[in-house]
């Protein structure tokens, strides 16, 4: 079973530019997370979806981001435009399961956003 | 939100040394999970463990949900253990799935 992929594994870009990222969760996880660590903080929740529904956006940060999951398989999250303090490392996760937790959460690789 | 608290946060051992760090949470939980991001800055699953202990090679884990922590074990470390170990909850009692996660503790094994 593959894992949890993300694309690109490392982007440079100056401040300004548009950034999409890009997630494929693990086929028939339902369930699927963005999250980040910036300036070595702490890893932050962004957004969670259900299928294609954002169920929990809470974590973000301003209105330059946007995630989309069209057809309920792989993500977006798209950055404009970037500003330094959105480097970092953005990470996405997959899991099983509907409401009620408690199911393992599979990472991918994480991509290294440098913003210049 | 959760509080999640992990300690040390910074740790240096001599390769061959035993390690045991903690993660302390502020809530009940469905799942609690241990990573280690590695110095490429992937984040590798260690073990899912929301209670109870389990063992993988020279890592094990133990979760007292009762309590409110967890601990992992390191033995016989070696330098590619070095990075940083993040403890990760995600609430009980609610129908949210997300993660809260601690602050790390990173550690440095040297040769």
């Known amino acids: 079973e593959a894992g949890v992929t993300q694309f690109p594994s490392h982007s440079v870009i100056e401040k300004g530019q548009t950034v999409t990222l890009r997630c494929d969760p693990i086929?028939?996880?339902?369930?699927l997370y963005w999250y980040r660590r910036v300036m070595g903080k702490e890893i932050k929740f962004l957004l969670h979806?259900?299928?294609?529904?954002?169920?929990?956006e809470s974590g973000m940060p301003n209105n330059r981001f946007l995630a989309e999951r069209t057809g309920g398989t792989y993500s977006t999250l798209k950055v404009q435009p970037a500003e330094l303090e959105d480097s970092g490392v953005y990470f996405c996760?997959?899991?099983?399961?509907?409401?009620?937790?408690?199911?393992?959460?599979?990472f991918g690789p994480g991509t290294r956003l440098t913003v210049t | 939100g959760i509080q999640v608290e992990q300690s040390p946060p910074d740790l240096i051992l001599q390769e061959g040394a035993n390690s045991t760090l903690r993660c302390n949470f502020s809530?009940?939980?469905?799942?609690l999970q241990w990573f280690h991001q590695n110095p490429w800055g992937q984040l590798i699953n260690l073990f899912y463990?929301?209670?109870g202990t389990k063992q993988n090679g020279r890592l094990s884990a133990t979760t007292v949900a009762t309590e409110r922590y967890s601990l992992l074990y390191i033995s016989s470390s070696q330098t590619t253990d070095s990075g940083v170990y993040f403890c990760?909850?995600?609430?009980?009692?609610?129908?949210?799935?997300?993660?809260?996660f601690g602050s790390g503790t990173k550690l440095n094994v040297k040769p």
């Open positions: 990760a909850v995600e609430r009980g009692r609610h129908n949210f799935n997300k993660f809260y």
């Open positions: 996760a997959s899991s099983h399961g509907a409401a009620g937790g408690g199911y393992e959460q599979y």
């Open positions: 809530d009940s939980v469905n799942n």
């Open positions: 979806f259900v299928k294609e529904s954002k169920q929990d």
């Open positions: 086929s028939g996880h339902d369930n």
């Open positions: 463990i929301p209670s």
